[in-house]
């Protein structure tokens, strides 16, 4: 009988602990995307650096206090149940950002450079299409925000701005739903029916690209419609590899060139 009680308790913290860890790892996703907003905002410290996003140095101090505040929330939720190194190794490698092997970090290097390279093409091609309106570098507030500053300013402002936030807010909830329905699918759970698997990842990559398209609005339409179309190349570069990196890489790159040089 004390073992048969042992045993049910047992089950009983295992399931605890498993409720427990979606609960530190949304806590960990909020810190980071707060964090990488941080960072976008630090350029207002910048001089020559023109806000337009509304990016101020109070905003930079809410942001990193946020980031800070969430990070301590996971810890907490942790503590006394499931090891906190444990947590956060398996939400880095959940997002694919640490290589198994060398190998595999040339593969999400080729894949990011690749991303990147797709990128130019679908803009390329998207200028060609007739009927969309393009605002001038003149009137875009992107333009003049570092029109003032180095290209070396520019370079990392494209590299590390926007992309971490819009890939930890876009693409890794796609990321996390993608390998969620295949564990569920390895081990024989409702998912196993192929159409109910794509047919929850097209809604979700739709509703995710539709969000990410809107919110590039003031490049004109045109803008708006290369970013949808980002948003399918940065979506499948992340699934394909299983892995944030190669949309991080390929979208940094691509910022970064169209900031210092475009």
């Not at 004390?2 to 913290?13: D, V």
């Not at 180095?150 to 990392?156: E, G, I, N, Q, Y």
């Amino acid at each position: 009988m004390t073992r048969a009680l042992g045993g049910r308790m047992h089950r009983l913290l295992a399931k605890g602990r498993r409720a427990i860890r979606p609960l530190a790892y949304l806590a960990m996703w909020f810190a980071a995307v707060l964090g990488a907003q941080a960072v976008r905002e630090a350029f207002v410290f910048v001089p020559g650096f023109v806000p337009w996003d509304g990016e101020s140095p109070r905003d930079f101090f809410v942001f990193t206090g946020g980031a800070a505040c969430f990070t301590a929330v996971a810890v907490l939720i942790c503590v006394g149940h499931i090891p906190v190194r444990s947590v956060v190794g398996r939400f880095v490698d959940g997002l694919g950002l640490r290589p198994a092997s060398r190998r595999q970090a040339v593969q999400w290097a080729v894949a990011g450079l690749a991303t990147a390279a797709a990128l130019w093409a679908g803009a390329e091609l998207v200028d060609l299409l007739p009927g969309l309106i393009s605002v001038p570098d003149a009137e875009d507030p992107r333009s003049i925000a570092v029109a003032d500053t180095s290209t070396l300013v520019r370079f990392c402002y494209g590299l590390i701005a926007p992309a971490p936030l819009e890939e930890l807010f876009y693409r890794a909830p796609l990321l996390a739903l993608w390998l969620a329905l295949l564990t569920a699918q390895h081990r024989g759970n409702w998912t196993a029916h192929r159409w109910l698997r794509w047919s929850l990842m097209a809604a979700a990559i739709t509703i995710s690209t539709v969000w990410f398209a809107a919110g590039h609005h003031l490049g004109g339409s045109v803008n708006v419609a290369h970013a949808a179309l980002a948003g399918v190349i940065l979506t499948a570069a992340a699934l394909r590899q299983r892995s944030l990196v190669p949309a991080l890489l390929g979208h940094g790159l691509y910022d970064a060139y169209a900031f210092a040089w475009a």
